[in-house]
């Protein structure tokens, strides 16, 4: 079975290739400016929109496609649209068309900005309802999905943290890690909610939803639901910073471009049932992140 992985290098794509585990031969793909060294992935640096992406499909003999590439930056695609569709929706376009003609699987990434925060928690079968250009835009890309094939499996993560690769962008967790090292003070929201979840948590079952699933649409979250404020003090706890430099806020305290649902919690019932999974809780996932070891990314923040 060969797999090739977009977004290789974001959050989601770097747990994908630690949780891997030899299920086949992944393939890497990534749109940065750097090299990537590794004897066992073989990875590309190529657009999702790109038409050389037809010369890896031959090359690889490609099986499924996890497709996590795509521009995530809820207020940068409320500035950008024409961007934000273009890495998204004709990225996703490109990817389908590719995956019909050589009979792939495709494994959506998808996100929990599909809904509006009203009437949570959030079921798959939930009938979603995006507030914010990110969120429209995702669901168009789920629609282009649902309709090419019967054969796909639609994932939606809910807020992730862990280790990013340093030459990516900062999530929650490192941001959060890298103001509480330099003792900078933090203001946070307490009026929006998730049940947030370990990026390593997340890759590993998503993998096992690829591999055993039936269902076509899920959703991955962690066990707790808490706001911003609470996940900084239990992260601040965990790693041993002050929690005095974080400062709870209303979200109408930032000016931000893009409008926030409240609370997108998920009802992960289905998950649970299918996978027999317990799901980890704020505190394991955060410890988890600290015991990881011998990690580049790790060094890179504290």
């Known amino acids: 079975m060969n797999t090739l992985l977009t977004g290789a290098t974001g959050l989601l794509g770097s747990y994908i290739v630690k949780a891997w585990r030899r299920r086949g031969n992944l393939i890497g793909l990534y749109s940065g400016n750097y090299k990537i060294e590794d004897k066992e992935i073989p990875y590309y640096i190529c657009d999702v929109r790109d038409n050389k992406l037809e010369s890896i499909f031959r090359k690889h003999k490609i099986d499924s496609v996890i497709h ?36 792939s699987r495709l494994v959506y990434v998808s996100t929990n900005a599909v809904f509006d925060g009203t ?39 809910i807020l992730m943290y862990g280790w990013n690769n340093p030459k990516e962008r900062e999530n929650i967790a490192t941001w959060l890690l890298r103001k509480l ?54 992260l601040a706890e965990i790693f041993g910073y002050d929690k005095n430099l974080i400062k709870p806020v209303k979200n109408s305290f930032f000016k931000e471009i893009a409008p926030r649902p409240k609370n997108t919690s998920y009802d ?34 504290i």
Do not use: W
Not at 130 to 152: H, M, Q, W
Not at 286 to 300: G, I, P
């Open 119 to 157: 009437k949570p928690p959030y079921r798959e079968t939930d009938t979603p309802n995006p507030i914010n250009t990110y969120g429209r835009i995702k669901l168009e890309c789920e629609k282009l999905v649902r309709e090419a094939s019967d054969n796909f499996l639609i994932i939606r993560p």
């Open 181 to 234: 090292k330099n003792n900078e003070q933090i203001l946070l929201v307490d009026d929006i909610y998730d049940n947030m979840l370990y990026a390593l948590e997340c890759a590993d079952s998503l993998l096992k939803l690829a591999e055993e699933s039936k269902g076509n649409v899920y959703h991955i979250a962690g066990k707790d639901i808490l706001n911003r404020y609470q996940f900084g003090l239990k």
């Open 268 to 301: 992960t019932a289905k998950l649970e049932k299918e996978l027999k999974a317990r799901l980890m809780g704020v505190e394991a996932g955060l410890s988890a992140m600290f015991k990881e070891k011998n990690c580049a990314r790790q060094e890179a923040v």
């Open 68 to 103: 996590t590439a795509g521009e995530s930056r809820v207020d940068f695609c409320e500035r950008n649209y024409e961007h934000a569709y273009s890495t998204n929706v004709t990225g996703t376009k490109n990817i389908i068309e590719l995956c019909k003609r050589h009979k």
